[in-house]
């Protein structure tokens, strides 16, 4: 089995930066969770959940959803189980929970993703 904490939200003023984290643990079909694809979405107060950004096994591909290209980036550390996603030049409109999951492939983890974290609350003030 295969769990993911999140870390690292907060308050934050427009315009300031947040660096949230994600810690895999555990494994399933016989990989570790630290080499599963991850990907960061986010579900703002009555909205439907959106894709922020993914990242492939070894950190070699990335994608990012439009509205954040540019600001944030997604990477990685499967020496310490880590992904992280370094968000800078913060809107209020990134106001949200982001969470965090995995998956096989990339295009799993963004459609159809088979471990989902907690989350961690991102708010940002005008």
């Known amino acids: 089995q295969v769990q993911l904490v999140e870390s690292g939200g907060g308050l934050v003023q427009a315009g300031g930066s947040l660096r949230l984290s994600c810690a895999a643990f555990?494994?399933?079909?016989?990989?570790?969770?630290?080499?599963?694809?991850k990907a960061w979405f986010r579900q703002a107060p009555g909205k439907e959940r959106e894709f922020v950004a993914a990242i492939n096994w070894n950190g070699g591909d990335t994608t990012y959803a439009d509205s954040v290209k540019g600001r944030f980036t997604i990477s990685r550390d499967n020496a310490k189980n880590t992904v992280y996603l370094q968000m800078n030049s913060l809107k209020p409109e990134d106001t949200a929970v982001y969470v965090c999951?995995?998956?096989?492939?990339?295009?799993?983890?963004?459609?159809?993703?088979?471990?989902w974290g907690q989350g961690t609350q991102v708010t940002v003030s005008t």
């Open positions: 555990g494994a399933a079909s016989g990989r570790a969770a630290s080499l599963y694809a």
């Open positions: 999951a995995a998956g096989p492939t990339m295009f799993v983890v963004r459609t159809n993703a088979n471990y």
